[in-house]
């Protein structure tokens, strides 16, 4: 235990006895938040993300580079100014996009190789973990969410693109196929079959905005990082409000359906739930 | 029964239960059917009709080819419901990627992306060449999936392969002279040697701040406005590390693997257009009259007014509908039409029942009752009449004139059901 620690611990003002146990609802906090964190994560981006990281030829140099940070931000911000409110803690955003890459992995081989014998080449998904260190980093460094989402949010838009290309550039070498020139990654999604998805269905590619380098590719990642600032003030600010919860009023209707009936036995419970943050 | 006997028996279920949710979420289990009768009689009857279609074998090896070829003629009475197949793409249904696919051609084009601007009323020849890929015995069919309309899917056949899932490959040369050893773990391991090196420093970024005192004492650091003791000069100098090594790492590793890789294509995507088969002039002209289906006898009853429009005598030797395949089985040439690759359970067992079997004379108008009575209407799910916004029903009839050539016509028109026998016997 260092100096600081104990600093801390002081300031905390925990008993002896105490010192201990919080330690262990440390443990038991941080198994239950994980659980939390990955699951609201994992259901967030596959509602608002999805198809665009499932399958390897539905990754385009403009939808791809533009969808995910901004489906995946949502959640960084959001557990970023949670765990930075309440505790100081600047991992929200990594813990987010850290567990989220652990449940794609635990899906792609359970469920994508596992029950339709995909083989991983075609679903091997991407990250932003990089761009959550930076975002983490920054809060850090800065101590401000406004410094961070100018700064930190852009990086995070920014840092998709090159994070993912380093080792998924492979896919897209030239290969023949029929005759016609096409991508490894095209040649992937066209040999192992989708049933229910076909070609069609892929968006790739809309519209002709270039950069000098004939490519897409940058204007959607900076665009994709402007995009990044706002949700990440929207969604820290969802998060801000989540910490604000401290209990909800109930109705005489709602605690007599809950077997509470009677204006005195309600305000007892209202006393019990609305102590802590009394206490506070 | 006791307060004791009843938790046991809670807690017993409970354990059950926890069993069976184990059992079908952390085993692998996959699916054996693709939902081929999941589509609605309407779509199935009157949008693509599949015909000639052909396996070249029932049972191969792993990395052994089968081909599936044949062709399919797009309804005129397409449904209003679906959309026209102005974007397509020709495709098989399989329980997930047991087979590769290898080569696919409409008209002979390639296929490997979308065809648009399908003409209806035309017909297109088909051929895709598949490959074995994992062990078992799976039901191949051809499908075309039209965009707003959905999978549109052709007759299937059970294909075995045997073998074992190991000894698949599909080694790839790229234009750039790169060979890919394996298609299907090709990159896979680069992928996840990166994603793993970058969990790294995220479980390194997070222990660095879980490893201190934290959730209450720091709750009651912040409380008591000494937040300062929560983050050190030292945290300052592992974030501003942090940044600079993601930022080193990101910007590095992209400068290396763009000059690796110094020729590389975007994802391709356009759609391509191909011609039908010619169109040949109709010989028998075909006008529905009326159309019954008879629930409880299972039986198709269509009163048609023929026109034998040729130079020579026509025989009705078939009718065809959503794969299902009636037979006058009475005329060879329509049973020899039947290739032994095609599935036995798309065949009716009955044979198609005319109320006037004789040939149509050149130039004779004729009109004809057709029962096709087969359990297959109800196994094949075609009988949903009363949950259609039309209750229409089509099919294509197969003539054959005298020197055993085929010629084919559409039949199609509003049909009625028959639920009781007193109404059978009322309508007739």
Redesign the interface.
Known sequence: MTENDRAILKVSELSSRAIPWSRTLDVLIIVVAAFLVWSVSHISFLLLGGDWDFFIDWKDRQYWILIIPITTIIMAASFQAIFWNLFRLPVGATASLLLLLLGTWIVRYHSWQGLAYFPLSLVVPGTCLMGALVLDAILVLSRSWLVTGMFGAVLYGLLFYPANWIYMAGYFQPVQNMGDMTSVADLIGYTFPRAGTPEYIRIIERGTLRTFGDTPTWVSAFFSAFVCIFLYYMFWGLGVLACNARFFPVGERFKSIYGNKGKAAGKAVGAAVAQPGAAS | MSLHRMSLRRFGLSILLAAMTAATT?V????AA?GERATEPYIRTRTVHWYDVTWSSEKIGVNDKVTVEGKFHLFTDWPDAASKPE???L?????????????SYINDM?A???VRQLEIGRDYPFKMVMAG??PGRWHLHP?L?V?GAG?IVGPGHWVEVAGSAADYK?P?????G?V?DD??????A??Q???AG??L???A??VW??R?????????????G??D????RT??RV??G??VL??V???G??R???Q??E???????G?FKTKPLPQVPSLVAVEMKDATYDVPGRSLRLDVEITNQSESPMRLGEFTTANLRFLDKSLDVAVAGVDPSFPKDLVAGSSLKLSDSSPIAPGEKRTLRIEATDAAWEIERLVSFLTNVDSRVGGMLFFFDAKGQRHMAEVFGPIVPVFTQLQLAQSH
């Open positions: 952390l692998p289990l996959p699916a693709h974007l397509a793409f495709s098989n249904a399989s329980p997930g990627a047991v087979m590769t696919r290898v080569e390639p490997q992306q979308s890929r994992v499908v999936n965009h999978p599909l790839v040369t790229t234009m750039t790169e890919i298609l299907q773990h090709y990159g896979v680069r992928v040697w990166w994603q970058y969990a420093l995220a479980v970024w997070i701040w879980i201190r005192p934290l959730i209450v004492p720091r709750w009651n650091a912040i409380r008591k000494r937040e003791l929560l983050i050190t945290d300052d974030a501003a942090l940044l993601v930022l790492v990101v910007i590793g992209y290396y693997t763009t690796k890789y020729y590389v294509v975007p994802l391709q995507a759609s």
